[in-house]
């Protein structure tokens, strides 16, 4: 008895060791890691042109058009015309130019001495509409030097522009109003104001999209356990996990070793909040069954942690396998969300399988406490006499809703699927009616900024086209020929060697003669359509191969070029990384399951889902929302995310069933499965549902567009795939779905057989 109680100190002493050791490791990283979560944004870049492939037409364009420019310029442009929409007077065009002039002299951010004027090419020009309705102000920042200032082109701009607009606001209304006359309405448009305002609408992921997150979470938690304490302890631990991915995934940037985005950013918050959430529903759900079952807290998580390891790292195995395969992307933000969302997944994990049970049992003996006011008792199977009882033996006997939908599907298991199996078909009919193959800069903020207002008006008064034009690099003999067939492209307005004078809109006309490197010149290919827009895209598409047949040595680049070469590749990793992603999660799956027959199954359901959760994604952007379309790479994250979380909560199931399957046979232990994992699942996949659709509150086209699918497709899967195609297909393969294991050799034994 001496020996029982000294081994009994022993193992509590180790195991106070132990959850100590945990919780001051993970406030250590919460501490440092708190610091890099906050300081993610300052290592985003968002330019496009830094994630196309080397081989890209138009990245190969800009390496050779370098050698034509002594400084890469970054144009900003301000549009300015009379409130009433009268013809602009002398008075206002002398104070517009007395303000162009001043411009220089704006101070730079705080925190750097001096102004603005070393960091601008040349001097600002104002030019008037052929109209005479309009000014446009162009102002050209020196990219190279105004990176050494503030590190990266995104920052200098939306720092720039701030400067501009708070000018304008100040100084402009009054100095360019006389008695008598209308005042003026300014913009600032042009690539600077874009970056500026994207810049603007991703800084929300640094508080408002966590913020709203993790309320939304706590809600929900409040409401599945009925508890005030226990949805802290699951926000804590996403919080912690989420400062390790933070503090992980800055290192690595700041390094120069991924590249981070906005977009990446935000699906790193909303993805360990989320997955940290789902493990630890699961963990939760299983050491409180096991609370029923043994006195000892700590005995109950021994157990817990044995029954939930193998489905919590095989379903983080599953994610992380998934989201690496956009490795193989040509597009650097495609590659590099895929360890940032690797690293936020491991995380999750870690925080699930450490941290959370060190809180759990943070109290000792009376860690049940933490479940207050229905903490469970050691004693509770048999307090109520039979019915309990015979309710812990088999969870389907119960009166609760999955108990009953479980007994549903398989007094019905054939009719079940098959109608399920139908309705997302219906759904998934509707697919090919997704508008995915690009959408205009303008169409990507959801809310009105100043940027798409002000390219709205330049339009109105300024040939679009001049503010960027597509760029074409030939050879000095072929260029007669290469501008003939350019000038025959429709939505070209013109086509002119460069010079050397700074191009686009308010550039100065100049006589001298056309630069040439190396036997290459350069021509300057204005369009109609703005370079931001679709239209452009498409004109610079027909441009290539206009041009190309004309002269094969010919490279087309610029602003219109990158985003077509961006479309491009978004497609090709469409086509190449989607069956990449099957294969290696069926593999997973088969390795999990022993079966293949099992894994086919899932992947099949999966896929399904996916399918239809796009198609009524589709109907809902075209005739709800009306969305002008999506970039090509929303499909593919959709798909990425909603296959490997979707398998996620077949994983849960299917590893539960098939434990209840070695017990008494598949089809009871599919019905017992789905009772016991029906509520934890479901409130799983809600949380999940409503992390991914926190995203909506970043007023970007893709983010929302990737909330929606998200969010609507793992509720889709959750309830309807999970709770009933699964169960009832595996229900009706019986044995047969573990083939070729040896359980697929084991017909129904013993248990309850509702068929």
Not at 277 to 284: R, S
Not at 719 to 724: D, K, T
Request: aromatic content about 6%; charged content about 15%.
């Amino acid at each position: 008895m001496i020996l029982s109680m000294l081994s009994n100190r022993r193992s509590t002493l180790v195991r106070a060791v132990l959850v100590g050791v945990a919780l001051v490791v993970w406030l250590g990283i919460g501490s440092v890691g708190g610091m890099a979560q906050g300081k993610l944004s300052q290592v985003q870049t968002n330019d496009a042109s830094a994630f196309l492939p080397s081989s890209a037409e138009s990245t190969r364009a800009a390496e050779e058009s370098k050698g034509f420019v002594d400084t890469e310029t970054l144009p900003a442009l301000v549009v300015l015309r009379p409130e009433d929409g009268s013809e602009v007077t002398p008075d206002q065009l002398t104070a517009v130019q007395e303000w162009a002039q001043g411009i220089p002299d704006l101070p730079l951010p705080e925190g750097n001495d001096g102004t603005w004027s070393e960091y601008l090419v040349g001097e600002p020009v104002v030019v008037p509409a052929e109209d005479g309705e309009a000014l446009l102000v162009a102002i050209s920042l020196d990219g190279a030097k105004a990176e050494q200032l503030l590190a990266d082109e995104e920052r200098v701009a939306g720092s720039f522009v701030v400067a501009l607009r708070e000018s304008l606001d100040e100084e402009l209304a009054a100095t360019a109003t006389t008695a008598g006359e209308p005042g003026l309405q300014a913009w600032v448009t042009g690539p600077a104001g874009f970056v500026a305002d994207l810049v603007t609408a991703f800084g929300g992921i640094d508080g408002v999209l966590l913020l709203v997150a993790l309320g939304a979470v706590l809600l929900i938690l409040a409401i599945v356990y009925r508890s005030p304490f226990l949805p802290f302890v699951v926000i804590v631990t996403a919080v912690f996990a989420l400062c390790l991915a933070g503090l992980v995934v800055y290192t690595l940037a700041k390094n120069g070793t991924l590249v981070l985005n906005g977009q990446s950013q935000g699906i790193l918050s909303i993805l360990v909040v989320g997955a940290s959430v789902d493990y630890a529903l699961l963990l939760v759900a299983r050491y409180r069954e096991e609370l029923h079952h043994v006195e000892h807290p700590a005995a109950a998580m021994r157990r817990a942690l044995r029954a939930c390891v193998e489905p919590i790292a095989a379903s983080a195995g599953t994610v992380i396998a998934g989201v690496l395969c956009l490795l193989l992307s040509d597009l650097g933000s495609n590659r590099s969300l895929g360890p940032v969302a690797a690293i936020g997944i491991a995380s999750a994990l870690l925080g699930a399988l450490t941290l959370l049970p060190a809180l759990l049992l943070v109290f000792g003996k009376r860690s049940r406490v933490l479940f207050w006011p229905r903490a469970p008792r050691a004693d509770a199977l048999v307090a109520d006499g039979d019915t309990a009882a015979a309710t812990a033996v088999d969870p389907s006997a119960g009166p609760g809703l999955w108990a009953r939908l479980a007994r549903f599907v398989g007094r019905h298991a054939r009719p079940v699927w098959i109608l399920t199996a139908l309705a997302l078909c219906v759904g998934a009919a509707f697919l090919p009616t997704l508008k995915a193959s690009g959408t205009s800069q303008v169409d990507i903020f959801l809310t009105d900024v100043d940027a798409v207002s002000g390219e709205a008006v330049l339009g109105e008064h300024f040939p679009a086209g001049a503010v960027q034009p597509a760029i074409v690099l030939v050879d000095e003999g072929d260029v007669a020929v290469v501008t003939t067939a350019a000038e025959g492209v429709d939505g070209v307005e013109s086509v002119v060697p460069y010079t050397g004078a700074p191009a686009g809109a308010g550039a100065p006309s100049t006589d001298a003669p056309p630069i040439v490197i190396d036997g290459r010149t350069r021509l300057d290919v204005t369009t109609t359509a703005s370079a931001d827009t679709q239209a452009a895209v498409a004109t610079v598409e027909d441009l290539r191969t206009a041009v190309h047949e004309a002269s094969p040595s010919v490279l087309v680049g610029g602003a219109a070029a990158e985003t077509l070469d961006t479309q491009l590749a978004s497609e090709r990793d469409l086509r190449v990384i989607v069956p990449v992603v099957l294969v290696v999660i069926g593999l997973i799956l088969m390795f999990l399951l022993r079966s293949v027959v099992a894994a086919a199954l899932l992947l099949v359901a999966n896929v399904l889902s996916f399918a239809a959760a796009l198609g009524v994604s589709a109907i809902v952007f075209n005739h709800v929302f009306g969305f002008a379309g999506a970039d090509p790479v929303v499909p593919l994250f959709a798909f990425v995310f909603l296959v490997a979380l979707g398998v996620d909560y077949s994983i849960f199931l299917m590893t539960r069933v098939r434990e209840e399957s070695v017990k008494v046979g598949t089809r009871a232990g599919v019905v017992r499965g789905l009772a016991v994992t029906g509520g934890v699942i479901t409130s799983a996949g809600v949380v999940l549902a409503t992390t991914f659709a926190a995203l909506g509150v970043i007023p970007l086209l893709f983010l929302a567009q990737i909330a929606f699918i998200v969010a609507f497709g793992v509720l889709l899967d959750t309830l309807v795939v999970r709770s009933l195609l699964v169960p009832a297909l595996v229900h009706d393969l019986d044995h047969r779905t573990w083939w070729p294991s040896a359980l697929s050799r084991r017909p129904a034994q013993g248990g309850t057989d509702l068929e």
